[in-house]
């Protein structure tokens, strides 16, 4: 089990930039794939990236594809989400996520969730 704390949402105009940070703690975080998932008001909550554990392998939906980039830091027991020309649409509660395995775009594979970081952009 690890316990996420996500920092880093805010407010921005469209097309700025946020990163985000999830910071896990436990000694098993690098053992764990992460994701980031979202939830917008009125909406489901949506698979965004995902990382394996040793970071060799990255996965996006297409939605943020070439504007999302996730990464980590087994040392520092931090999984990140560099958000780049942010749109209104992307407003929404993100959330980082850990898995042991299973299918990374499927919410129910992540056993251990944040509590969530508010994110706005403006038109």
């Known amino acids: 089990q690890v316990q996420l704390v996500e920092s880093g949402g805010g407010f921005v105009q469209a097309g700025g930039s946020l990163r985000l940070s999830c910071a896990a703690s436990?000694?098993?975080?690098?053992?764990?794939?992460m994701g980031w998932f979202r939830q917008a008001p009125g909406k489901e909550r949506e698979f965004l990236a995902a990382?394996?554990?040793?970071?060799?392998?990255?996965y996006y939906t297409d939605s943020v594809k070439g504007r999302f980039t996730i990464s980590r830091d087994n040392t520092k027991n931090t999984v990140y989400l560099q958000m780049n020309s942010l749109k209104p649409e992307d407003t929404a509660v993100y959330y980082c996520?850990?898995?042991?395995?299973?299918?990374?775009?499927?919410?129910?594979?992540?056993?251990?969730w944040g509590q969530g970081t508010q994110v706005t952009v403006s038109s």
């Open positions: 990382i394996s554990w040793s970071a060799s392998s990255t």
């Open positions: 996520a850990a898995t042991l395995g299973g299918n990374f775009w499927n919410m129910r594979a992540y056993t251990d």
């Open positions: 436990g000694r098993t975080f690098s053992s764990y794939s």
